[in-house]
T-cell receptor
Framework: EAGVAQSPRYKIIEKRQSVAFWCNPI?????LYWYQQILGQGPKLLIQ????????DSQLPKDRFSAERLKGVDSTLKIQPAKLEDSAVYLC??????????????FGQGTRLTVV | AQKITQTQPGMFVQEKEAVTLDCTYD???????LFWYKQPSSGEMIFLIY??????QNATEGRYSLNFQKARKSANLVISASQLGDSAMYFC??????????????FGKGTMLLVSP
């Protein structure tokens, strides 16, 4: 079974530029998550999709971050314009369902973003 | 208030020794799930072990066991017979059901474990 795929693995941009990350979840997984992991910290949930609808985006800085999951499969996360404090690893995860408390999330390898 | 607290930024252990990584959590829900993940330097998050709030027995998976003390709201990970490959960041996480009916996974800040020969 193929895992969660993310690209690119690494990205370096200048502040005020824009950047986009792509995620392909495990086939058949209805729930997709984007997490931001700043160096030395735990992952913080940015947005959670159920199929192509958003169920939680309370921690997404909506003035600069946007995400979509068209057709309920692949997802893109965009930052425009980027700030220095956006430097982090962006992790995508998916799970078969988005309900219940025993729902294992499977993670991609992440995209490491450096804003200079 | 932090939902998941991991008070040990770093831990050192010698190969073949056992080590306990601490995790306390905060929730008013009766139903929740507790997870431990391992994150090696390569970056991927690897699921290790799960404990449900209604599970009466402590979870075990090979060399990993979870010391679940519900009244104290703690879910410590015990790794027995440490191996060099266990060196990594370890994250405790909790899944709770939101008002929407969907559940979300919240992570602690992690503990860096270093295993020495």
């Amino acid at each position: 079974e193929a895992g969660v795929a993310q690209s690119p693995r690494y990205k370096i941009i200048e502040k005020r530029q824009s950047v986009a990350f792509w995620c392909n979840p495990i086939s058949g997984h209805a729930t997709l998550y984007w997490y931001q992991q700043i160096l030395g910290q735990g992952p913080k949930l940015l947005i959670q999709f159920q199929n192509n609808g958003v169920v939680d985006d309370s921690q997404l800085p909506k003035d600069r971050f946007s995400a979509e999951r068209l057709k309920g499969v692949d997802s893109t996360l965009k930052i425009q314009p980027a700030k220095l404090e956006d430097s982090a690893v962006y992790l995508c995860a998916s799970s078969l369902v988005g309900t219940g408390v025993y729902t294992e999330a499977f993670f991609g390898q992440g995209t490491r973003l450096t804003v200079v | 208030a932090q939902k998941i607290t991991q008070t040990q930024p770093g831990m050192f252990v010698q190969e073949k020794e056992a080590v306990t990584l601490d995790c306390t959590y905060d929730t008013s829900d009766q139903s929740y799930g507790l997870f431990w993940y391992k994150q090696p330097s390569s970056g991927e998050m690897i699921f290790l072990i799960y404990q449900g709030s209604y599970d009466e027995q402590n979870a075990t998976e090979g060399r990993y066991s979870l010391n679940f003390q519900k009244a104290r709201k703690s879910a410590n990970l015990v790794i027995s017979a440490s191996q060099l490959g266990d060196s990594a960041m370890y994250f405790c996480a909790m899944r709770e059901v939101m008002n929407s009916g969907y559940s979300t996974l919240t992570f602690g800040k992690g503990t860096m474990l270093l295993v020495s020969p």
